[in-house]
């Protein structure tokens, strides 16, 4: 009951920017969809390789050309549509080389397209797919150097670590307390309307708390090393350190042996 009145006072312009001018007072690392080209800066160098994941909807490959212009020299967008006419226009009036792949991001063979890249920036895409572990795999997959990940995401839940809220199929009331509408997000698919199959993608999936979020890229095998904090979404600057979850499917022969030694221990039992 106290978390629901959380989220609706920070659904609130004035709770939001009070919650803003807190957190800056208090001197913590405040996000905002604004600082997207800053983080870019921040971590681009000369001759590095990019890629945006999820480059087109709105911004028309916008960070791609960010990219190229401030010394990127092989510069991909990915996205599952397109290239918009924008984007085509700019790439012409830029003479630019950014290259659009049009894939999923979470397929072995747009990774394979991609290859190992520097600088990975994804923004907007992680809440929008039914798995995000499987897309922060692929994105480390790719990661030579830094991800740049910004997402929508819900308030931490006060002794609950690690929540997460799975939008498809609540009930309209129980949808509401998601809905952004107050601080300028018109339409959300799958919360301001009920999930729609059709829609794929296009719906939004997952509320993740910041908790629930950081465990899920340390498990990808990325380190955190900012994060920038908003009520309603979350920043991340991470630098890949482990190597990429992967369960690691044995041949037969190996399988046989390691069932063979398992039934022999005695040591499986029914769940
Ligand atoms: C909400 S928009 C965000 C656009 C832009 N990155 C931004 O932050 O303003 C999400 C974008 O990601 C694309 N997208 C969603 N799922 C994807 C996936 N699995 N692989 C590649 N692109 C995806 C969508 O088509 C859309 O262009």
Redesign the pocket.
Known sequence: MLYKLKVRFLKTVWGNLLWRKWKVWRKHHVGSYDRLPEFIKNYIFPDASFV????????NGEYAFLAEKLGATVVKG????GPTPEFEDKKKERNSSVEFIL????SADTIKRVGIVDIVFC???LY??PSPFD?LVALRRICKKTLIL?TSAIPEIKGLPNAAVFYPMLKPEDRRLWNLKNLGLLKQKGITEKFDPEEG?GNWFWGLTPSCLTSLLQTAGFQIEYRFNEPFSQTFICKPVTVTFAHNLPDEAEARNMASVISSAGKAHPA
Do not use: N
Not at 52 to 59: A, F, K, S
Not at 103 to 106: E, K, L, P, R, S
């Open positions: 945006d994941i999820g480059c087109m909807w709105g911004v990915v996205d599952v549509f894939g999923d991001i979470t923004a907007g895409v929008h797919h897309l910004r993608y």
